[in-house]
């Protein structure tokens, strides 16, 4: 039951994987001095709620807390319990749990700040056409994190149909944010999008399929400077696949990205390296 458990965690938990791009915690701490780096993050977090809460409608604070708490709690929550539960189930439990709060917390801050601009939102999401409606370009940035910290809920549940069954509506915001404006920011939404194509029950038999088309526009709309694409292929498609080959050169050409090249990639490639390294650890584990 617990391998079961880690399995589905490590699978849904990639659809976020790139989220940390834009980061403000010096990327230098959390290579080097990641329990430093999480103190700060947790200490701007509880700023940030404060703020929100002596002004619970304003837009831009409300961005800010979806934003900063889903970093926080899958920069470093949610990879610190992927990595504990494999050594000690009930202590890697109790960080997925703590995870979980802060992401349903961050969940409601992003559909409060996009109820504020379309009060009927929620009936929005239940339409099953959109082609009279058009968001904007602004929107993107809400839809983005709203679906991230909504995919962090569902990740940290650890396969609770509960949450499962609303994998539905983080592709939802996904697609919407794609609609207007699909390059955002050097194509995170497309990484997303690959984790997303392999959880979606559709799409049939052709997940994978999409999966790979997502990949080569994420690789494409970063130039090849972001590891997570690879990282996230690897980890869901070539581990369905058993494809150990491709898992082992995918998490490799990951590593030899120079992380370097592109500043506001740089904490994200921390991350996604280290978690390819951990990978190549497991791969005894994923592997059969």
């Not at 039951?1 to 010096?26: D, G, N």
């Not at 990951?254 to 390819?276: F, G, H, M, V, Y």
Request: net charge positive; aromatic share 12%.
């Amino acid at each position: 039951m617990a391998e079961s458990h880690r399995i589905w965690s490590q699978k849904l938990s990639v659809i976020f994987l790139f989220i940390l791009y834009t980061a403000c915690t010096p990327a230098y701490l959390v290579r080097n001095q990641p329990n430093l780096a999480e103190n700060i993050y947790a200490l701007k977090v509880d700023r940030i709620e404060k703020q929100v809460a002596r002004n619970p409608d304003n837009p831009d604070l409300l961005l800010k807390a979806v934003s900063n708490l889903t970093i926080y709690s899958y920069g470093f929550l949610m990879e610190k319990a992927d990595r504990e539960v494999v050594k000690n189930y009930h202590q890697g439990k109790k960080l997925y749990h703590r995870a979980q709060n802060i992401f349903n917390r961050a969940k409601d801050y992003g559909l409060r700040g996009i109820k504020f601009h379309y009060p009927g939102f929620d009936s929005l999401m239940e339409a099953t056409k959109m082609e009279s409606f058009t968001f904007k370009k602004e929107d993107v940035p809400f839809f983005y994190w709203t679906a991230a910290a909504w995919g962090g809920t569902i990740s940290a549940s650890r396969g609770d149909l509960d949450y499962v069954v609303e994998l539905p509506k983080v592709g939802w915001l996904l697609e919407r944010a794609i609609d207007v404006d699909s390059d955002w920011n050097k194509g995170v939404l497309y990484s997303a999008m690959i984790s997303y194509s392999m959880k979606r029950t559709d799409q049939g038999g052709k997940g994978k399929k999409l999966a790979r088309l997502y990949f080569k526009k994420a690789i494409e709309s970063s130039g090849g400077h972001d590891c997570s694409p690879y990282v996230t292929l690897a980890e869901l498609v070539s581990v369905n696949n058993q494809d150990q080959k491709e898992f082992e050169e995918l998490l490799k050409k990951a590593l030899t990205i120079d992380i370097d090249i592109d500043p506001e990639l740089k904490l994200s490639n921390i991350i996604a390296q280290s978690r390819a390294r951990w990978l190549l650890e497991q791969k005894e584990e994923l592997f059969y």
